[in-house]
């Protein structure tokens, strides 16, 4: 018997663009909830043009309709399909929905059952609520960019996983599976301010205990431990190696039999983590003197963490991601699957992303509109008849 999808009949308007909400409103659809996508007529979300391949990526299986929010029309047709809707995610700046009279208090007086997710860079409130920003921005803020870059220099740009804008994105969905819980119990919706910056801030948090605890820590005690980082082998290619805890450094010491490593005083972490700038050197050079498949067959039969660095065009071949059916083929794309193998989850089924607008006659249809209305409204204003 096939196991009901987890969010089937829940209905998502999804008011957002480029990366943070659209992720967000993916995943969500990956659990079954019917995710509409309000987008401007003619434009659409701009990653269509600007990032094609991943739009493609977070967007599939969603509906697409275009309506100008600027104009009447527009929100009236939204707030027709808010009446059959259980959330609505928009990624404007701070103020823009009031002006439009599309904020949460006017919202959740007509439908006070509706989840409101408002994902912005840096949330509602702060003096940083009205700048523009972007990952890089929002990452620097919170402290990421503090601990990237090499252990003795400054500041660079952040890996290159946008890791604020995804980690807004799991905040958003989070905190809407959470308030549809609560909205079981209550029967009321809720407003969620999601900022970006104070997303990834938590991923920094584990770090902050020993900022706390230990004067002057930074980047060169994060990225600058012994035996703990990215190798060189013979053929050019790289190994990430693990050995941070003590017996697996003692384990590593024993394959690489350099005498200075295998000293009592180093035996502990905290001492030999001081010495790195002594002692890494010495592993970088053993390194190279086997190819990539020589150490990974060595370090893994002594227990040893040691893994491939796989590059960006090897994912797609990976026998662990293969093993765990992390890609998905479809449309002559080769997507990434929802991660957890769970009941009520499918990311497969899902379609291609929609052309824009597919979805207008069949949406826009449901909620009382005539075809010649449906044309009228969801055409670029270049293609309207102009006044005289």
């Not at 977070?58 to 697409?64: D, E, T, Y």
């Not at 190994?239 to 394959?255: K, M, N, P, S, T």
Request: proline share 7%.
């Amino acid at each position: 018997m096939t196991s009901p999808l987890a969010l089937e009949g829940i209905r998502i308007l999804d008011l957002t663009e480029l990366l943070p909400g659209p992720f967000a409103t993916q995943v969500l659809a990956d659990m079954g909830a019917e995710v509409i996508k309000i987008e401007r007529p003619g434009v659409g979300d701009s990653a269509r043009n600007m990032l094609p391949s991943t739009y493609r990526m977070v967007n599939r299986g969603k509906r697409s309709v275009t309506l100008d929010l600027k104009l009447p029309a527009g929100r009236e047709a939204l707030l027709r399909l808010l009446e059959g809707a259980d959330a609505l995610l928009e990624g404007y700046r701070p103020g823009v929905m009031k002006r439009l009279g599309l904020d949460y208090d006017t919202l959740a007086s007509l439908a006070p059952r509706l989840i409101y997710v408002s994902i912005s860079g840096f949330g509602q409130t702060g003096p940083l609520r009205d700048i523009p920003g972007h990952d890089l921005n929002y990452n620097a803020v919170a402290g990421v960019l503090a601990l990237c870059g090499s252990p003795d220099g400054p500041p660079e740009q952040a890996v290159g996983v946008p890791v604020a804008d995804l980690s807004g994105s799991l905040y958003a969905v989070t905190s809407l599976l959470a308030a549809l819980m609560l909205r079981q119990k209550t029967g009321r919706g809720q407003f969620l301010d999601v900022s970006i910056t104070d997303a990834v801030f938590t991923m920094v948090g584990p770090r902050l205990g020993s900022v706390q605890d230990t004067p002057g820590f930074g980047k060169k005690e994060v990225l600058r431990r012994t035996g703990y980082g990215i190798y060189e082998t013979r053929d050019g290619r790289f190994v990430a190696l693990g050995a941070i805890e003590d017996h697996f450094w003692a384990r590593l010491v024993e394959v690489l039999a350099i005498p200075v490593l295998a000293e009592p005083r180093f035996a502990k972490s905290a001492a030999r983590w001081k010495a790195a700038a002594e002692l890494d050197p010495l592993i970088r050079d053993k390194m190279r003197e086997r190819t990539h498949d020589e150490w990974i067959a060595v370090l893994t039969r002594h227990d040893v963490p040691v893994t491939t660095v796989t590059t960006l065009q090897g994912v797609f071949d990976d026998p662990q991601l293969a093993a765990r059916a992390m890609i998905v083929q479809g449309d002559g794309v080769r997507y990434v699957n929802y991660p957890v193998p769970m009941q009520g989850v499918d990311a497969t089924r899902h379609a291609p992303a929609r052309a824009l607008g597919a979805d207008n006659a069949a949406v826009l249809g449901s909620v009382g509109y005539t075809p010649q209305q449906i044309q009228a409204m969801t055409s670029p204003v270049s293609a309207r008849s102009k006044p005289t």
